[in-house]
């Protein structure tokens, strides 16, 4: 692909209506609080008009949205298997600690 195509690729998107499509590429989805804020960035664009209200346009959004609130629960699956882990640690902690006396 040229560069000229990737960097075309990259940004916002326009229709035909001139209104824009959000194209989260290259956004670092590494915290929850990534994936809120562009959860609400997809959200304002539709609830202020501003992105485009073709089919494919509305099926990617919808894609993205349904894929954001699988990847959110990952994040919250994994903190709490962290949090799990700490406690097990702790309480296996503990029971040699009273098993030594």
């Not at 346009?57 to 894929?67: D, E, F, G, H, W």
């Amino acid at each position: 692909m040229s560069t000229a195509k990737k960097d075309k690729n990259q940004k916002v998107n326009k229709k035909k209506s001139g209104k824009k499509t959000p194209t989260p590429r290259g956004v670092r989805l590494k915290q929850p609080r990534d994936c809120i804020k562009l959860i609400n960035r997809l959200v304002n664009e539709v609830l202020t008009g501003n992105a485009d209200e073709s089919m494919a346009a509305q099926n990617k959004l919808r894609t993205i949205s349904y894929s954001l609130t699988v990847l959110l629960k990952a994040f919250e699956i994994s903190e709490l298997s962290e949090r799990v882990k700490k406690i097990e640690e702790f309480i296996e902690c503990q029971s040699k600690h009273e098993s030594a006396k």
